[in-house]
């Protein structure tokens, strides 16, 4: 009896390394989500991992034209679709998909929706100011209100970032992501968004009073649908 052909799947291309730790979690969490009897069922992934991306936390066009240099790479090399596992950067999702001409599977919607999806009226972010107004702007979208953290604590929460990108996913850092996590229920969030792909590096449900959402491995599950032909391909942008 001959085998059974591997089945056709769109090309995904990856703009990674921001941070590189966070990226090989999303590469894993693929890999793992692929229904696959053998090397050849899986999705073939063309990535960009690069942790020269200029810190997308500082204003300016930089961190966009190197975003926008690496979609453009991956759609020469055989990129049919792009994702790229790094919530800031959405910021620069349009340039990305204009440099490209390929689809992104949007991180943030993702999020946004999945808290919709649970019925949360208040949903906590965490996650960098620029990826705070991006959710803002989603979550309003659907009728929903961003709950956040106060500046302070905000600031914190920066800093916690800042050494789990160093390295440190110690009791120490959990303890402060799970801290900061608290705020937020405290604050009248009745869902919990990891807006940071550092966050569930240390930080999981067991750390969280209510639903935490993981952006970054929803987006691992839709990049596998929308491959497989099991979800539409997204829509690029009009304008």
Do not use: W
């Amino acid at each position: 009896m001959s085998e059974e052909p591997a089945r056709k799947s769109l090309v995904l291309g990856v703009l990674g390394g921001m941070g590189p730790a966070a990226t090989l979690v999303f590469l894993n969490q693929v890999h793992a989500f692929t229904p696959a009897k053998g090397d050849q069922d899986h999705i073939r992934i063309l990535m960009d991992l690069n942790p020269k991306v200029p810190d997308r936390n500082t204003l300016g066009p930089a961190a966009g034209a190197t975003l926008a240099e690496m979609a453009g790479a991956l759609a020469g090399a055989g990129a049919e679709v792009l994702a790229m596992p790094c919530n800031t950067a959405h910021a620069h999702a349009g340039l990305i998909q204009r440099a490209s001409g390929l689809p992104l599977i949007d991180l943030i919607e993702t999020g946004a929706s999945a808290a919709r999806d649970l019925g949360a009226r208040r949903v906590g972010v965490l996650g960098t100011k620029g990826a705070l107004r991006l959710y803002r702007e989603y979550l309003a979208a659907q009728a929903m209100g961003l709950v956040s953290l106060e500046p302070e604590r905000q600031d914190e929460f920066m800093a916690t970032i800042y050494k789990i990108k160093g390295g440190d996913l110690g009791p120490a850092v959990r303890k402060e992501m799970a801290g900061y996590a608290a705020d937020l229920v405290a604050a009248g969030a009745e869902a919990v968004v990891a807006g940071c792909t550092e966050a569930p590096l240390v930080l999981d449900a067991n750390d969280v009073r209510g639903p935490l959402i993981d952006p970054g491995e929803l987006l691992a599950r839709r990049c596998v649908a929308v491959c497989l032909g099991l979800e539409p391909v997204p829509t690029l942008p009009t304008s």
